[in-house]
């Protein structure tokens, strides 16, 4: 059962840019070897800190508007979003200590 929950152009601002709390959004493509890396990780950690933040995905190849708004050059790439404000980004496959870290400083 996954926690994370795929957002596309289309629902990007209902899905994160309207929800009270912490989101982070994945950016990432089915192509992208490092974006498979970190997907088991994100799963974890959106089961761990269920009810305190949402893990949303977005794929860049389906969803170029929303990847170019916020200028999204190299995958992954996350973005923290605070009350649906930007708070924070991770580029790269990034060690799991480094995540949760974000993950524990955001959602505090």
């Given amino acids: 059962m996954s926690n994370t929950i795929a957002v596309t152009d289309a629902d990007f601002e209902e899905q994160v840019e309207k ?13 992208c070897g490092p974006c498979r890396m970190i997907a088991p990780i994100l799963e974890q950690l959106s089961v761990e800190y269920e ?11 389906s969803n170029t508007r929303t990847a170019t708004r916020f200028n999204v050059r190299s995958i992954p790439t996350l973005l923290f ?3 649906g404000k930007l708070v924070d980004q991770v580029v ?3 060690p799991r200590a480094q995540l949760d870290a974000k993950f524990k400083q955001h959602s505090a």
């Fill in 19 to 31: 929800h009270d709390g912490l989101a982070v959004v994945d950016f990432w493509a089915t192509w």
């Fill in 92 to 94: 790269g496959a990034v």
């Fill in 51 to 61: 009810g305190k933040v949402k893990v949303t995905k977005l794929d860049v190849d």
């Fill in 81 to 83: 979003f605070k009350d």
